[in-house]
Nanobody, 112 residues
Framework: QVQLVESGGGFVQPGGSLRLSCAASGFTFTSYTVSWVRQAPGKGLEWVSDINGLGGSPYYADSVKGRFTISRDNAKNTVYLQMNSLKPEDTAVYYC?????WGQGTQVTVSS
């Protein structure tokens, strides 16, 4: 059974940092690209970043490029999203996604 469990969200002031984690189980972790997708209040889903199974070729949305860094630890079946220089517009529920599977999401709120 595929499971994706996000953690690390919270409340932070503008300019602050958070690190999100996505712990995966139930499939061959190294075989799949993992994506982070977010949904801001009242808006649709927005792709944020993804990384391939071996940890290479990270891609970022223009809105987060230079501020967010995606990485993965295949020994721990975990993908991370380091978020720096956070802005109020980064406020959203952040989801981990692999193919048709989604985690439950973790809330990130950026506000003064």
């Amino acid at each position: 059974q595929v499971q994706l469990v996000e953690s690390g969200g919270g409340f932070v002031q503008p300019g602050g940092s958070l690190r999100l984690s996505c712990a995966a189980s139930g499939f061959t972790f190294t075989s799949y690209t993992v994506s982070w997708v977010r949904q801001a209040p009242g808006k649709g889903l927005e792709w944020v970043s993804d990384i391939n199974g071996l940890g290479g070729s990270p891609y970022y949305a223009d809105s987060v490029k230079g501020r967010f860094t995606i990485s993965r630890d295949n020994a721990k079946n975990t993908v991370y999203l380091q978020m720096n220089s956070l802005k109020p517009e980064d406020t959203a529920v952040y989801y981990c996604n692999v193919r048709q599977y989604w985690g439950q999401g973790t809330q990130v709120t950026v506000s003064s």
